[in-house]
């Protein structure tokens, strides 16, 4: 089973994926990255097919490097999601579609954080916070509830815990594994509220941290 999240805040966004690569019912590992960094303030956050997911995450990614090199600057999250999207699109009217949901976060200067919500159809929408998987069904009604516009870093942190906690409960095969990431200037307490020992043991999760400065 696999899992992504985002919420988006007035200066940041934080996503969250699992980090379980499994085939059938057997998990074949329990160190597998889903994100992909695009350039220093986009990330890509990919599930789907195992070989779908990494080929098509690779592609835009080297691409989106290319544009930088290219002309000098990079893209914003907006041209970013629209050119993912619209590669999407065309490779679905190929023989070779590839079936990838996707979640796209980044901040920009000028527009501000953003997160853009993709499924296997191309269908592309901005939100203030989304998620992928089974364990959608089980959270999207959370981060409806709790969401509020102007929410703040701690209150963040503390609603995708609530959401991983109740992904974890009902799920027999729950992933176990999430890999979380805040895009703004870095936050080291995030590492601290999620790497303590009663949070692992409550919910039964390792989770890696990354930042992002």
């Avoid at 980090?19 to 890509?44: G, N, P, R, Y």
């Avoid at 901040?107 to 592309?124: F, R, T, V």
């Avoid at 701690?154 to 990431?181: N, Q, R, T, Y």
């Amino acid at each position: 089973m696999e899992y992504l999240i985002g919420i988006q805040g007035p200066d940041y966004v934080l996503v969250a994926a699992d980090t379980v690569a499994a085939s059938s019912i057997v998990q074949m590992k329990h160190d597998h990255d889903k994100m992909f960094k695009m350039s220093e303030k986009i990330l890509l956050l990919c599930v789907g097919e195992a070989g779908d997911t990494v080929q098509f995450a690779e592609y835009i990614q080297k691409n989106v490097q290319l544009y930088k090199m290219r002309n000098g600057y990079e893209l914003s999250p907006t041209a970013a999601a629209n050119f993912t999207r619209r590669n999407l699109a065309d490779y679905l009217r190929s023989r070779t579609p590839y079936h990838v949901n996707l979640l796209l976060a980044g901040y920009d200067d000028h527009e501000g954080p953003a997160l853009y919500y993709m499924d296997y159809l191309a269908a592309l929408a901005k939100a203030p916070f989304a998620a992928h998987g089974y364990g959608a069904f089980l959270t999207l009604s959370i981060l409806d509830r709790y969401y509020k516009p102007g929410i703040t870093r701690e209150e963040a942190v503390e609603l995708l815990k609530k959401c991983l906690e109740e992904e974890s409960v009902p799920i027999c095969d729950h992933p176990g594994c999430f890999s979380p990431w805040l895009y703004q200037l870095g936050w080291p307490d995030l590492r601290v509220a999620f790497e303590t020992e009663e949070y692992c043991a409550s919910t039964g999760m390792r989770c890696t941290i990354h930042f992002l400065a």
